[in-house]
């Protein structure tokens, strides 16, 4: 039996096709993060970006989001070895850290809804988009206790 592509290959020597389906689509990376500038601290919130869809736990427009989103951040295989927010679950960084990934990963169980039925996505959980907040401040009434 051949090894998993994940195991075998460096980020850096994925096709796009590999690099892609390590998404497991939890939304997580899609939810805005509070950092404190003194500390470099980040907090939680469950405030979806603007092109969020809390129903599919994708980005509505993942072609474009770089271009009309400007604090987005496109996954790298340089960058994510360096961000500290992706989530303790992210397949990116356990595959950066040589982790190999969780059950419910849909590479593994051969269904994109795992993800959800593990209860690890954003999916039902995220009440509110950015583009419904009308002050930064209002990011404090969504700040979680720890990483969702």
Not at 29 to 40: H, M, P, R
Not at 41 to 54: E, P
Request: charged fraction near 25%; glycine fraction near 6%.
């Amino acid at each position: 039996m051949e090894k998993a592509f994940w195991k075998t290959t460096a980020l850096e020597d994925m096709t796009s096709t590999q690099w892609e389906s390590l998404c497991d689509g939890c939304g997580k990376c899609c939810l805005s993060k509070l950092e404190d500038e003194d500390t470099g601290d980040i907090y939680w919130t469950n405030v979806g970006c603007r092109l969020f869809d809390a129903k599919t736990c994708r980005c509505s427009d993942y072609a474009n989001r770089l271009a009309r989103v400007s604090d987005c951040v496109g996954l790298t295989p340089q960058n994510v070895r360096t961000i500290s927010w992706l989530p303790k679950t992210c397949a990116y960084r356990l595959v950066a850290e040589g982790s190999d990934l969780y059950w419910w990963h849909p590479l593994l169980s051969g269904s994109a809804e795992t993800v959800h039925e593990a209860g690890i996505s954003m999916r039902g959980r995220v009440p509110v988009l950015e583009s419904d907040l009308a002050e930064p401040e209002d990011y404090f009434d969504y700040m979680l206790e720890e990483e969702p």
